[in-house]
């Protein structure tokens, strides 16, 4: 029986989260939930204390509600991330944060008056970043990246600049990432080792996440 994750306190970020225009619109984006619920599913069975903060998802899980934060807009996710940054042992960054939100929300339903408009967007904070920035040496974090062109280079550059222990990289492609069931991947660790996985459920792919995670601990240990 694998011990290694009994106990550590494991962030999982999961889902879309919705950028405000007024009250009854939003920016957001077609992340469904399922590849971070996974992971923390599967890292509560194998006794991991995990808090999960999610964007608006509707997904049927076994992960205790109790332990999910639920959170709309990307500010609200890092405030509810930023708590538990000095206490976590891991950090795993599911979630597709809206990289921009409106500069202004309007309080009330915004009219059609004008023939043309604009809406001004400001940068969100990136979350997996800023851990980046004060994790400490036994604190382990995982990234996604989706990539439509120079995957891995990209992938490359978002696992040094986000100070990530690995990177799972998703596909656009058909039957895999948003919506899906299904999940092809591949993973780049800070030593720059390659992985390459098969079309799998993304319960399978969770587990095979999980296990990459698992050895970046184990490497603390030798
Ligand atoms: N991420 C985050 N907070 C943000 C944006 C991204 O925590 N505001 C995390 C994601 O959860 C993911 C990783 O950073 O684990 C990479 O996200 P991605 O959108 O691929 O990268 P960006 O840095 O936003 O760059 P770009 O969208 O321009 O490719
Ligand atoms: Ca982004």
């Given at each position: 029986?694998?011990t290694?994750?009994?106990n550590?306190?494991?962030?999982?970020?999961?889902?879309?989260?919705?950028?405000?225009?007024?009250?009854?619109?939003f920016?957001?984006?077609?992340?469904?939930?399922?590849?971070?619920?996974?992971?923390?599913?599967?890292?509560?069975?194998?006794?991991?204390?995990?808090?999960?903060?999610?964007?608006?998802?509707?997904?049927?899980?076994?992960?205790?509600?109790?332990?999910?934060?639920?959170v709309?807009?990307?500010?609200?996710?890092?405030?509810?991330?930023?708590?538990?940054?000095?206490?976590i042992?891991?950090?795993?960054?599911?979630?597709?944060?809206?990289?921009?939100?409106?500069?202004?929300t309007?309080e009330?339903?915004i009219k059609?008056?004008?023939e043309e408009?604009?809406?001004?967007?400001?940068?969100?904070a990136?979350?997996?970043?800023?851990?980046?920035?004060?994790?400490?040496p036994?604190?382990?974090?995982v990234?996604?990246?989706?990539?439509?062109?120079?995957?891995?280079?990209?992938?490359?550059?978002?696992?040094?600049?986000?100070?990530?222990?690995?990177?799972?990289?998703?596909?656009?492609?058909?039957?895999?990432?948003?919506g899906?069931?299904?999940?092809?991947?591949?993973?780049?660790?800070?030593?720059?080792?390659?992985?390459?996985?098969?079309?799998?459920?993304?319960k399978?792919?969770?587990?095979?996440?999980?296990n990459?995670?698992?050895?970046?601990?184990k490497?603390?240990?030798?």
């Amino acid at each position: 029986m694998e011990t290694i994750f009994k106990n550590k306190k494991i962030l999982i970020t999961a889902g879309p989260t919705r950028e405000y225009i007024d009250p009854v619109r939003f920016i957001s984006n077609e992340s469904s939930g399922k590849m971070g619920y996974s992971i923390a599913e599967t890292l509560h069975h194998l006794g991991a204390d995990v808090i999960l903060v999610s964007g608006p998802v509707s997904i049927k899980s076994s992960f205790p509600a109790h332990k999910i934060i639920q959170v709309l807009s990307g500010s609200q996710m890092f405030k509810a991330c930023q708590e538990y940054f000095e206490t976590i042992d891991g950090a795993v960054f599911c979630a597709a944060v809206a990289d921009y939100t409106p500069k202004i929300t309007s309080e009330i339903k915004i009219k059609k008056i004008e023939e043309e408009t604009n809406l001004e967007l400001i940068k969100n904070a990136d979350i997996a970043f800023e851990f980046g920035k004060v994790k400490q040496p036994h604190q382990k974090s995982v990234g996604f990246a989706l990539e439509t062109n120079n995957i891995n280079e990209n992938a490359i550059a978002k696992l040094k600049k986000k100070n990530f222990d690995l990177i799972v990289i998703n596909s656009p492609n058909v039957n895999e990432g948003f919506g899906y069931d299904t999940n092809k991947i591949s993973i780049i660790t800070k030593n720059l080792s390659f992985h390459a996985f098969e079309l799998k459920s993304k319960k399978e792919v969770a587990t095979d996440i999980i296990n990459q995670l698992k050895n970046s601990f184990k490497l603390d240990e030798k």
